[in-house]
C-alpha cells in the first residue's frame, strides 16, 4: 500500500467568547480541559479582534458563548471566533450557544417581517460551524433552520428535580403560561407525579412587543401550588400577569420556572413585587450580582452542557441523555 498512514487522536478544545465567562469555566472544569487562552478586544471603531494563543489544528472546537445583552455585540463575537477557528484549520467546530440570540423570530406574524433566528443559523453555518448545541429553544423548528446537527438539550429535568425535593410533599398544578407551550407543560406533569395541567388563556399583541394580557386560567388550580413555567423571561410582564391571575383563581402559591433569564428593563422590579414565593431560572445568561434577589434561586446549567459536549466528542447519544425525548 503507497502512502503515508498514521493513526490520529481526537483532541478536543474548549473556547469561550467573553459574554458568560463563569459559565463557560465551570463546564472546561467539568471537562476536566482548560479553556484555550484568547485575545479578544475592541478597536477603536468597536471592530472585534479575535485571536486564540496556541495551535487549534486538527482539533474537536467546542465555542461556547451566551446571547446576551448587548445581543448584537456578542453574537458578532461569536461568529468571528468560529471563523478564526475555521481560517485556523479546526477539524469539527461546534458552536454551544446556551441561550439562541433572536430565537423567538422564528416566524413572520405579519408581511415584512424577517425570520431572524433563520438569519442567525445561517450566518454560523456560513462562518464555518458544523454543529450546533443549545438549550431549552424557544420553538422546535429551529432545530431545522440549522444545515447540520442540532442538539437541543433540555433544562427540564434539573427543574423539575429542584421541584419535587422541595416543593413535593404539596399539591402540585403545572401552569403554562399559554396554549402553545402545554406540550412541554405535560412533561413537566410527567416528571411530577402526574400533577394537573392548567393553562393562561393571553392575547399577545402583535404591534407591541413583550406585551400580552392575561384574560383567564383554564384549568383547575384552586388551592394547590401552581408551577409556572416557560423558556424564558424578559421584562416580566407575562410571567408576572400570569401569576397574578393564578392567585385570584384561588392558588396557594405560585412557583415561577423558567431557563432563560434574560430579565431585561424592570424585570427584577416586576418579579420581586410579584406574588410568587420563588423564581427559580438557571444560569444559561448572566445574572449579574446587582441584579440578584432574594426570591431568585439559580440552577447552574454547565453540567447539562459539559456531558453534551462529552457525547457528542465521543460520539454518543445526546438523545440518551433525556430518555430518547431530545
Known amino acids: 500500500m503507497t502512502g503515508i498512514q498514521k493513526t490520529t487522536e481526537k483532541n478536543l478544545m474548549v473556547f469561550s467568547g467573553r459574554a458568560h465567562p463563569g459559565l463557560a469555566d465551570e463546564v472546561s472544569e467539568l471537562l476536566g480541559t482548560p479553556l ?81 433566528a433563520r438569519l442567525i443559523a445561517d450566518m454560523f453555518k456560513t462562518a464555518g460551524a458544523d454543529r450546533i448545541i443549545t438549550v431549552d429553544m424557544h420553538a422546535d423548528q429551529l432545530q431545522g433552520f440549522f444545515d447540520g446537527p442540532v442538539d437541543h438539550l433540555m433544562a427540564l429535568p434539573l427543574l423539575t428535580d429542584y421541584i419535587k425535593t422541595k416543593y413535593g410533599d404539596q399539591q402540585l398544578a403545572i401552569v403554562s403560561p399559554d396554549a402553545g407551550r402545554i406540550k412541554v407543560a405535560e412533561r413537566w406533569s410527567a416528571r411530577l407525579d402526574g400533577a394537573p395541567l392548567a393553562f393562561i388563556h393571553k392575547t399577545r399583541r402583535t404591534d407591541r412587543p413583550n406585551e400580552t394580557v392575561a384574560n383567564r386560567v383554564v384549568g383547575e388550580v384552586e388551592g394547590r401550588l401552581c408551577v409556572l413555567t416557560d423558556d424564558m423571561i424578559d421584562t416580566g410582564g407575562t410571567i408576572v400577569k400570569a401569576a397574578e391571575a393564578l392567585v385570584a383563581e384561588g392558588a396557594a402559591g405560585v412557583v415561577i420556572a423558567a431557563t432563560h433569564p434574560i430579565l431585561s428593563g424592570p424585570a427584577i422590579d416586576r418579579l420581586k413585587n410579584s406574588s410568587a414565593v420563588e423564581v427559580i431560572v438557571t444560569n444559561t445568561l448572566p445574572i449579574s450580582p446587582d441584579r440578584e434577589f432574594d426570591k431568585l434561586t439559580v440552577l447552574s446549567i454547565a453540567p447539562l452542557v459539559a456531558r453534551a459536549i462529552r457525547e457528542v466528542f465521543e460520539d454518543g447519544s445526546v438523545t440518551s441523555m433525556f430518555d430518547g425525548h431530545a
Open 36 to 116: 484555550v487562552p484568547t485575545s479578544a478586544y475592541e478597536f477603536a471603531n468597536g471592530e472585534i479582534y479575535v485571536r486564540y494563543e496556541e495551535s487549534v489544528r486538527g482539533c474537536d472546537a467546542f465555542v461556547i458563548q451566551s446571547h446576551t445583552a448587548p445581543i448584537n455585540e456578542w453574537v458578532m463575537e461569536h461568529l468571528i471566533m468560529v471563523d478564526a477557528l475555521k481560517r485556523a484549520s479546526a477539524k469539527r467546530i461546534t458552536v454551544v450557544m446556551p441561550f439562541w440570540g433572536y430565537s423567538r423570530q422564528d416566524k413572520k406574524h405579519r408581511g415584512r417581517e424577517p425570520i431572524s
